[in-house]
């Protein structure tokens, strides 16, 4: 499988195959995304084979300019507008009304759909390049831990992608924050945007979905984000018994804790963007030593901390 550093050269290839209806994995700010052209019904049904997705989980949408979203989504609230004056580009995932152009894949058969406008240049590259909007999820298998290097991707896609575009590590190492926007305002997915940024621009976020609009959301299965080894977050590993320490992996937030077979350590500083970053790269790595479980020291439930702790409970729910 081609793994290839994002060159213009790199990027003219990405963007041929993709209008062509092939599979690419590239960059964003978040976590690297599996694209397919949005408007190819088949190409973005390869998508699901590849990561093993069910097909009642919608896609979300790329796009890099107005006109590019206008072939996307049918009508724009001015709440939305707001948000994207501020967020956009950027990670930041707003659910709205779709065009008839949208395949029913994408969307589930939902009448909505979730668009945002990336951040990072490698994704804006290749979307300006393929003049096409790209479906793209995280790129790893349905339920796993999201990738956040090219490396992810070649080790848990390989052969099952036509194109890697290597574009180092991503930037927030956590998805994208999800808001469905009508009837009212609704936080579906926590995400590197935190929610109090948010409530600033358009005023208070419900955070339960009514009965009645109920979206499937896989993001918010109980169980997701997980690595094959069990996890367990606790307060401090310094109070883990010793005899409970042998053996298993510790993900740190500040210091290492004595007595773990295998340790990463997320930000000594405590600082929680760096935190995010390092969250799914340190597990990644945790589930490829030889420990039998892992812990996870809690994080503060605070600014992007909050999606940190949100992924952290999906990834330890069996
Ligand atoms: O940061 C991100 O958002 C990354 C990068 C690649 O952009 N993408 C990502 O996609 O996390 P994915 O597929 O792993 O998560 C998409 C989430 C799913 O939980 C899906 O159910 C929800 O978005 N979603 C998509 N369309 C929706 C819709 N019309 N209504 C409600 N939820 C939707
Ligand atoms: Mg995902």
Known sequence: MPVLPATTETIDRAAALLRAGAVVAFPTETVYGLGAHAFDANAVARIFEIKNRPTFDPLIVHVDTNAMLETVVASVPDTARDLMARFWPGPLTLVMKKTARVPEIVT????????????????????????????????????????????????????????????????????????????????????????????????????ELSGETKPLAPGRLPSHYAPSKPIRIVAHAEDVPREERSGAGL????????????????????????????????????????????????????????????????????
Do not use: C, W
Not at 132 to 137: G, N, R, S, V
Not at 268 to 276: I, Q, T
Not at 287 to 299: F, K, N, P, W
């Open 251 to 318: 993900l740190a937030l500040r210091n290492p804790t004595e007595g773990y077979a295998a340790v990463r350590t997320l930000s000594p500083r405590g600082d929680l963007r760096e935190a995010a970053a390092r969250l799914f790269e340190s597990l990644h790595e945790l589930d490829r030593e030889d420990v039998t479980r892992i812990d996870v020291e809690a994080v503060p439930d605070e600014g992007i901390g909050v999606a940190i702790m949100d992924r952290l409970r999906r990834a330890s729910h069996r």
């Open 108 to 207: 589930s058969g939902l009448e909505t759909v979730a668009v945002r406008m990336p951040a990072h240049p490698v994704a804006r590259a290749l979307l300006k390049r393929a003049e096409i909007p790209l479906a793209a999820p995280s790129a790893n298998p349905f339920g796993y831990l999201s990738p956040t290097l090219a490396e992810h991707v070649q080790r848990m896609l390989d052969d099952r992608v036509d194109l890697i575009v290597d574009g180092g590590a991503t930037n927030y190492g956590v998805e994208s924050t999800i808001l469905l926007l009508e009837p009212e305002p609704t936080l579906l997915r926590h995400g590197a945007i935190p929610i109090e940024d948010i409530e600033r621009v358009i005023g208070s976020v419900s955070r």
